[in-house]
């Protein structure tokens, strides 16, 4: 009877550690739970990043890429706060250099594509914008706050043409600036040549010689205590690779 009870205890000791371990118990292979990327990366960058972002989850099983798009000054303050973030990616090398300066980068910062400004007037172009100089008439003119990497350009590009603008808003991001534009808020506004290509028949374009005085430079890198560092250098490998460059191209963006 006794060997009979000893039987049955053990067979009850073997099927507990069988499903112990078929429930997600200790023994479960840790390389299969979900894991969240979070990608810091500036505004203008949006539309290329969340189609690799779509490209990476579809090569990394189980993983979703999170992705916080603003100003760039907004992100790397936020990250020096203490935002989960794995990457980040900014639209110009001042606040890439915030974020070195603080220790927080886990690897050098690779530049990985360019992008220059361009005048943005809603379709039809109703308050008769022709090039930068007339920025300075009677219109409403909305730009970049002067901490934003593309307010930061524009500032450059006025002093270039020995110019004074007086805009009725500065914005935290490109995207703001467009989207007053697309609604009829501004009668102009300084934006990226992607942000014009983006906005399709919403908005018209004018070029400016003084652009090229400007030329943004984006660096992205990994940051540093990040909870995913190998797979936040792969999603960086794929930006700075020949894919993620023909996916760049194809928005409007330049080579680095």
């Known amino acids: 009877m006794k060997t009979l009870l000893r039987s049955a205890a053990a067979a009850a000791a073997i099927a507990l550690t069988a499903a112990a371990c078929g429930s997600g118990g200790p023994a479960e292979d840790p390389a299969a739970a979900p894991v969240t990327l979070h990608v810091f990366a500036a505004a203008s960058l949006q539309e290329p990043f969340e189609e690799l972002g779509e490209q990476f989850e579809s090569e990394h099983e189980g993983v979703t890429v999170e992705f916080s798009f603003a100003g760039s000054s907004t992100l790397v303050e936020q990250i020096q706060q203490g935002a989960p973030a794995d990457v980040f990616a900014s639209a110009d090398t001042k606040n890439m250099d915030k974020l070195t300066d603080a220790g927080l980068d886990a690897a050098d910062p690779v530049d990985f594509t360019t992008n220059t400004l361009r005048i943005a007037v809603p379709a039809g172009n109703p308050a008769g ?31 270039a043409a020995g110019l004074e603008f007086a805009p009725v808003s500065e914005e935290q991001s490109v995207t703001d600036v467009l989207n007053k534009v697309t609604s009829g808020e501004a009668d102009a506004g300084l934006v990226y040549v992607t942000d014009v290509e983006k906005a399709g028949d919403a908005v018209e374009g004018i070029d400016f010689p003084e652009a090229q005085e400007a030329v943004n430079t984006y660096p992205i890198t990994t940051v540093d205590g990040a909870a995913n560092p190998e797979l936040g250098q792969e999603f960086v490998d794929l930006v700075t690779g020949e894919e993620g460059q023909e996916v760049l191209a194809g928005y409007g963006f330049g080579g680095a």
């Open 129 to 159: 914008v022709t090039d930068l100089a007339s920025l300075t008439g009677d219109l409403n003119l909305v730009v970049c706050a002067p901490e934003v990497p593309c307010g930061a350009a524009t500032g450059t590009v006025e002093e």
